[in-house]
Every structure is written in structure tokens, then in C-alpha cells.
């Protein structure tokens, strides 16, 4: 891989485990205010809301210190990807419905007048992560991560001078 490409993924690798790990690490100590949250994009059943508010704080943090560190990052960077996907969704939907929320990304959430000017800046930001998240999940290992140290066995197994 290229030198550019591995520390460019390294970049993005940090800075959307760093933004998982703070989204999680807000919410997690505020499990009733991470339900409301779920619950005001109106689009699960109660049951289903109460149970994705209470283990989404946990999943933000499980992913965002595996991207972070570097280790099973392809797979930690396709589970952002997908969340940053439901997120964009979720963002879009309630904008589609005129139901003017606080996003509840970091901590908070519920009904906020005058939120919906902010669903632009919260699609696009997503976005971004999700853009980030699948360059790294391509890029597969980057600089400094664990992955390499733990995984590559190109050093143990290939012929001298193979590559």
C-alpha cells in the first residue's frame, strides 16, 4: 500500500474512532436520556427503542476504540459505516417529517425547536464520517494500528525480498 494511503487512512481512522468514543462516552452514563433519544426519531417500537438508547452508547465506544487503536479495523470501519448510514437516515427522515429533534449524537436528544436548520450540517458531518469510514474499511491497515502488529504475516511467511 501506499505510504500517502496508510497514513491518510491513519487520519481517518482516529478521527472517527475519536468522535464515536466521545458520542459514547456521553451518552453512556445517561442511558434514559440515550432512550428519549432513540424514542423522538419515532421510527422503532418503544421496546425495540429502549433496547438500541441503552446498547448504542456501548456500541459507539466498542467501535470507536477499535478504529482508535487499530485493531479489527475493517470490520469496526464497515459497523461505523453502517451506523453512520442509519444515522443519515434517521437525520433525514425526521427532517422529511417536519419533527424538529436534537440529534441526540452526543448526549441529549428529544424535541428542540428551531433543530431542523441543523439536519444539513448533522447530514453532511455524517457523511463525511461514513465517507471516512469506508476509506479505511478499503485502505484496511494503516500506520500505527494493532492490525499490523498482530496480523501481518507477510513478514514471517514471504521468501526474502518478496513483497
Known sequence: MSGALAWVGLVARVVTGGVWIVAGALKITEPDASIAAVRAYQLLPSSVAETVGIALPAIELVV??????????????????????????????????????DCGCFGGGGSKSGAASAYPWE??????????SLFVAWV????LSLDSLLFDRRSESAPEGAV
Open 64 to 101: 470507536g476504540l477499535a478504529l482508535v487503536l487499530g485493531v479489527l479495523t475493517r470490520g469496526a470501519a464497515l459497523i461505523s459505516a453502517l451506523l453512520f448510514v442509519a444515522f443519515i437516515i434517521g437525520i433525514s427522515s425526521v427532517w422529511a417529517r417536519g419533527i424538529e429533534i
Open 140 to 143: 484496511r491497515r494503516t500506520r
Open 123 to 132: 447530514i453532511a458531518r455524517d457523511a463525511a464520517l461514513l465517507a471516512a
